[in-house]
């Protein structure tokens, strides 16, 4: 008898791996649960949940062309159960769980940054505080500048020196 997709079949769990489960079905025919099919909470171990020469009921979820069944525990099982805590771990109670602080916005930002031509040219023009900016900017160029002709690199091969 081929196994139409859909169908719902008795078996015998035949053999586990780390990936799944094998399951002979009634009518001799031979197919797989893999790992993420067998129910709908995590699974870490499946060997925790099926044991070999267990009776399984399944849907049959696919039929390749070469006659590998796919098997499906998990599409079986109702809404309900499958929102119960995972496999092999407990259910952490809501007591235990650490309490969230209460959110507090960041206090407002009274100024951009700390740079110099703010603080000291506060009533001046753009113009003004754009030169500034420029004759400090130039400043700390020229600093740099003058660190790399005495050796100084960013490359840290002491500038150039062999």
Request: hydrophobic share 30%.
């Amino acid at each position: 008898m081929a196994m139409s997709v859909g169908a719902i079949v008795n078996g015998k769990v035949t053999g586990i791996t780390n990936f799944g489960a094998f399951v002979e079905t009634e009518d001799g025919t031979r197919g797989m649960i893999h790992i993420s099919e067998v129910s709908r909470s995590y699974v870490e171990d499946i060997k925790t949940v099926l044991k070999v020469g267990q009776a399984v009921t399944v849907k049959v979820i696919s039929v390749a062309d070469d006659g590998k069944v796919a098997l499906s525990l998990k599409q079986l099982e109702k809404k309900e159960e499958g929102k119960r805590a995972p496999a092999g771990r407990k259910p952490r109670p809501r007591d235990a769980q650490k309490p969230r602080k209460k959110y507090e916005p960041a206090p407002p930002v009274t100024s951009p940054g700390d740079f110099e031509w703010q603080s000291s040219s506060v009533g001046g023009s753009f113009e003004d505080m754009m030169s500034k900016f420029k004759r400090t900017s130039e400043d700390k160029m020229s600093d740099l500048k003058r660190g790399e002709s005495r050796g100084y690199s960013r490359r840290g091969n002491g500038g150039g020196r062999k």
